[in-house]
Structures are given as structure tokens and as C-alpha cells.
């Protein structure tokens, strides 16, 4: 079974620009989540997504949003960027509320880096 | 507010060493996974406990679930240079949600 794919793997915008980040989940999984990873705050909880419906959201201001698709793969969008957005953002995918543990399978990331 | 702490934050050994991360939180969790990331990519799941008191082994690492299910220990057994990476603990608040809490990660490098 593939993995979780993420493209781009590498992005480099400016300040100002806006960004998309694309995830497909593994095969049969139909929930994703988004995380953003920094040196200094670690790994934070951008959003999660289940059967196209946002079911969670993180602490993270409006110019981030997110989408889900009726086959299960998401995006991730990133307005007016700042040089502070500059990280490594995961996509995480489960089976959904039928695993019952919570167990997720993580993407290589999307290394964005704000200029 | 952080909810889940870990230490320590970095750890340098020798091959052959043994080795305990601990994860703590105030908050009780539904369950709770242990990763490892290389650098430049995703975390790697390792392990996932849920029941309180739970212990489970993957070759040379143990993992426990405290009783309360509010914290968490790996233990590594005679560790090796492919152990080197970023541990990482995580907990579910919910059943619910897959919105996972992450420690704060402990380095880990094993010199031959």
C-alpha cells in the first residue's frame, strides 16, 4: 500500500505571496490532518478533515485554510505569507473514527520557506 | 500551553547504552503514539497504547502507558547508531478527533 504522498516536497515563496500544499492519503483512509513543524514550537495541530467536513481546527490565524475532496485528498492553503510561515508542514492521514486509536501515518512534509 | 512534556530534550550515548524518554501531561488521553523522525521527514510511528498500565515491546524498545493514561515512557535496550533520530510523543484527547498533542521531542544521537 503507498504511503502518504505530499507535493510539492521543497516550495520557496516571498512575503505577500500565497501558497498551496496538496496531500493524498493512504489508500482507504478518510481522514487528514495538517501540522505545522518548527524548531522553535515543535509540531502544532493546523486542522483535521473527515469526509470532506473540517472537524478540528488549530490555533492558527484565517490566512491558513484547508480543504478535503470526495476521494480524500486535501489542500492546504496559505494566504499573504509572512516570514514567520516558513516551516516544515505534515499531512497525516487515518482511517477515520473506526480505528479507535487514534493512530495517524504521516507524509515526508512540504518544506516551505518564506523569503 | 504545552500539554505534553518530554525529557530529556537531548540525550548523546554510546552504543550499547540503555535509555528512558519520558512524556507527562496533566491531561488524561484516549491514546498516545511514539514516533521517530529523520530529518527532512515525516515522524514514523512506532508504537500506539491505549489501555492505562499498557506495555509494549518492539524489539529492543519497550513502551508503557501510565496507569492514569497522563504519561508515558521508551526505554531503549543496548541502543545503536539506527536508533539516532527524533523521538516524539503524541497523545488523542478523544476518540473522536485525530487531532493529536506533540511533546516537545527528544534528540537522541548513539555513537558507535
Known amino acids: 500500500k503507498a504511503g502518504v504522498t505530499q507535493t510539492p516536497r521543497y516550495l520557496i515563496k516571498t512575503r505577500g505571496q500565497q501558497v498551496t500544499l496538496s496531500c493524498s492519503p493512504i489508500s482507504g483512509h478518510r481522514s487528514v490532518s495538517w501540522y505545522q513543524q518548527t524548531p522553535g514550537q515543535g509540531l502544532q495541530f493546523l486542522f483535521e478533515y473527515f469526509s470532506e467536513t473540517q472537524r478540528n481546527k488549530g490555533n492558527f490565524p484565517g490566512r491558513f485554510s484547508g480543504r478535503q475532496f470526495s476521494n480524500s485528498r486535501s489542500e492546504m492553503n496559505v494566504s499573504t505569507l509572512e516570514l514567520g510561515d516558513s516551516a516544515l508542514y505534515l499531512c497525516a492521514s487515518s482511517p477515520g473514527r473506526t480505528s479507535g486509536s487514534n493512530e495517524q501515518f504521516f507524509g515526508p512534509g512540504t518544506r516551505l520557506t518564506v523569503l | 500551553t504545552q500539554l505534553l512534556e518530554q525529557s530529556p530534550q537531548f540525550l548523546s550515548i554510546q552504543e550499547g547504552e540503555n535509555l528512558t524518554v519520558y512524556c507527562n501531561s496533566s491531561s488524561v488521553f484516549s491514546s498516545l503514539q511514539w514516533y521517530r523522525q529523520e530529518p527532512g521527514e515525516g515522524p514514523v510511528l512506532l508504537v500506539t497504547?491505549?489501555?492505562?498500565?499498557e506495555v509494549k515491546k518492539l524489539k529492543r524498545l519497550t513502551f508503557q502507558f501510565g496507569d492514569a493514561r497522563k504519561d508515558s515512557s521508551l526505554h531503549i535496550t543496548a541502543a545503536q547508531p539506527g536508533d539516532t533520530g527524533l523521538y516524539l510523543c503524541a497523545g488523542a484527547l478523544s476518540y473522536n478527533t485525530d487531532k493529536l498533542i506533540f511533546g516537545t521531542g527528544t534528540r537522541l544521537q548513539v555513537f558507535p
Open positions: 497504547v491505549v489501555t492505562g498500565g
